[in-house]
């Protein structure tokens, strides 16, 4: 459910070929980053406004996992997590550029509104059946995207264990997990589609914000 969602995590660069295809280097450790929870909206089939004069936007296709309960060390993952779904992590790339310059926080490239599309929430049933499937981002029907969480350099016992131990982790809080390679623009008029194992989970319009 969109409507319970608090905190919204998200992990950077964990994925070694985005990094190295943004010329980033690889983390030693996990990268996180915070959304407003006001920036997730459904993957439900509707158009998403999105800035249409800071630059480019860019996509990044993601398993977004929601926990169930509060964060204790120590306690299972499976316990912890308690449901999935797919999202994309709207960014800001020319901003971006500009404010890791500086030096700056990232909110203002990652945290605007809509940039959290979240496509509808599924009962999480272990690591296993995650690893054993890829998603995929597709623009107008061409894919662009491809991952499996088995290439994460980060795993989701490590990145909940992180953000639990250094932020804290509630009931209603989400992870975006990171991006695979093929990260790329999106302009007003495309349709993105996200599928998991090859079924759409959920797609969208991209129109241009007033």
């Known amino acids: 459910m969109l409507s319970n969602i608090r905190n919204v995590y998200c992990v950077g660069r964990n994925y070694r070929l985005h990094a190295e295809e943004l010329g980033n280097a690889v983390p030693d450790e996990p990268m996180i980053f915070m959304k407003p929870s006001h920036a997730v909206v459904p993957l439900n089939g509707e158009a998403i406004e999105l800035p249409a004069s800071q630059g480019e936007v860019h996509y990044e296709a993601e398993l977004v996992v929601q926990i169930g309960r509060s964060y204790e060390s120590g306690v299972a993952l499976e316990d912890l997590i308690e449901s999935y779904a797919f999202g994309i992590d709207f960014t800001l790339r020319d901003v971006q550029t500009v404010i890791k310059k500086k030096g700056h926080p990232w909110t203002a490239a990652k ?28 623009k107008n029907g061409v894919e662009v995207q491809r991952g499996n969480i088995r290439n994460m350099i980060f795993d989701l016992q490590h990145i909940i264990g992180y953000v639990g131990q250094h932020y804290g982790l509630g009931e209603g809080d989400v992870i975006f997990t990171g991006t695979p390679e093929g990260v790329g623009p999106t302009v007003e008029g495309d349709v993105l589609e996200l599928a998991w194992d090859g079924q759409s989970v959920g797609k969208c319009t991209i129109a241009a914000a007033k």
């Open 111 to 138: 945290g605007f509104k809509n940039s959290a599309p979240v496509s509808g929430f599924q009962a999480f049933s272990g690591t296993e059946a995650l690893l054993d499937k890829d998603f995929t981002l597709t």
